[in-house]
Nanobody, 114 residues
Framework: QIQVAESGGGVVQVGGSLTLACTASGPGVGRLAMAWYRQSPGKGRDYLAA????????HYADSVMGRFTISRDNAKNTAYLQMTNLQPADTAVYVC???????WGQGTLVTVSL
């Protein structure tokens, strides 16, 4: 059974940077495509970025393109989301998803303070 778990959330000042990690465990994780989403307070879950198992096809939502970077380290079974120039609107619970099979993490909270 594949599982994913996020880490790296916390409080950051406006304009700051933060890198989140999503670590997968279980059979077949070396070929698991992964994606990042976020849930803002009072809003639905929004797609942010995705990456293929070999890292050759990163994809971004228009809303974060140029500020967020997705990458992965297969030796660590981990996908990263590097976030820069963070704004209060980026405050959300950030959630990792494995793709095929689809599996969701618990989420990690990012709070961007004024």
């Amino acid at each position: 059974q594949i599982q994913v778990a996020e880490s790296g959330g916390g409080v950051v000042q406006v304009g700051g940077s933060l890198t989140l990690a999503c670590t997968a465990s279980g059979p077949g994780v070396g070929r698991l495509a992964m994606a990042w989403y976020r849930q803002s307070p009072g809003k639905g879950r929004d797609y942010l970025a995705a990456i293929s198992w070999n890292g050759e096809r990163p994809h971004y939502a228009d809303s974060v393109m140029g500020r967020f970077t997705i990458s992965r380290d297969n030796a660590k079974n981990t996908a990263y989301l590097q976030m820069t120039n963070l704004q209060p609107a980026d405050t959300a619970v950030y959630v990792c998803k494995g793709i095929e099979p689809e599996v969701w993490g618990q989420g990690t909270l990012v709070t961007v303070s004024l």
